[in-house]
């Protein structure tokens, strides 16, 4: 089995900046792509940002330039770095990540449990 964590949420002012980590742990042979995804209040869940194994990445417009992706393969973890934030950022960030726990098995699709981040003065 895997675990996805997500860290690093919380409260900020318009303007400022956090950093959401995601680990995963357990049974992992590999990891394929890495993906955030936000869903804010009456609203349908949106992909933010993605990042292969090898590193490219792609990112919603509405993200474009204010937030970067990156990963830590040898940590299995993947972060978001989100500058200028904006109260429209403010939703619940989930951490996706395609998985295989052997060199046997197929890649595997998990979630992590959200991290809240709110942008209010």
């Known amino acids: 089995q895997v675990q996805l964590v997500e860290s690093g949420g919380g409260l900020v002012q318009p303007g400022g900046s956090l950093r959401l980590s995601c680990a995963a742990s357990?049974?992992?042979?590999?990891?394929?792509?890495m993906v955030w995804h936000r869903q804010a209040p009456g609203k349908e869940r949106e992909l933010v940002e993605v990042i292969t194994n090898s590193g490219k990445s792609n990112y919603a417009d509405s993200v474009k330039g204010r937030f970067t992706i990156s990963r830590d393969n040898a940590k299995n973890t993947v972060y978001l770095q989100m500058d200028s934030l904006k109260p429209e950022d403010t939703a619940v960030y989930y951490c996706?990540?395609?998985?295989?726990?052997?060199?046997?098995?197929?890649?595997?699709?998990?979630w992590g449990q959200g991290t809240q981040v709110t942008v209010s003065s």
């Open positions: 357990g049974s992992i042979f590999s990891i394929g792509a």
């Open positions: 996706n990540a395609v998985v295989k726990s052997g060199w046997y098995r197929d890649y595997e699709n998990y």
